[in-house]
């Protein structure tokens, strides 16, 4: 079945980069759509980027644009979200997640059907 490792979080001081990696495995991961959400305490899960199948298209939520970059690399079945300038509202778990049905963007966590575990990344004032 289909399967979902992220990995790359940590503990980093407000203005440092962190670069998280989620491994997919299970499928052809080169036709899901792949996106990162984030839960920070007390909150709902939100979207933070999305990514096309071919990586062409991209999509943030505002509060990341232009700090935030995802890529895939399909020959390594691997997503990742390059984190720089980070604040600390950016504090919250990360989740990867994955869809084969999607034919565009979705910033809705209803319309991905498959789930990493979760990376913590806490960003210190």
């Known amino acids: 079945q289909v399967r979902l490792v992220e990995s790359g979080g940590g503990l980093v001081q407000a203005g440092g980069s962190l670069r998280l990696s989620c491994v997919f495995s299970?499928?052809?991961?080169?036709?899901?759509?792949m996106a990162w959400f984030r839960q920070a305490p007390g909150k709902e899960r939100e979207f933070a980027a999305a990514i096309s199948w071919g990586g062409v298209s991209t999509y943030y939520t505002d509060s990341v644009k232009g700090r935030f970059t995802i890529s895939r690399d399909n020959a390594k079945n691997t997503v990742y979200l390059q984190m720089n300038s980070l604040k600390p509202d950016d504090t919250a778990v990360y989740y990867c997640a994955g869809d084969l049905s999607l034919g565009s963007y979705s910033d809705s966590r209803y319309q991905y059907t498959y789930w990493g575990q979760g990376t913590q990344v806490t960003v210190s004032s």
């Open positions: 299970g499928h052809s991961f080169n036709l899901y759509y």
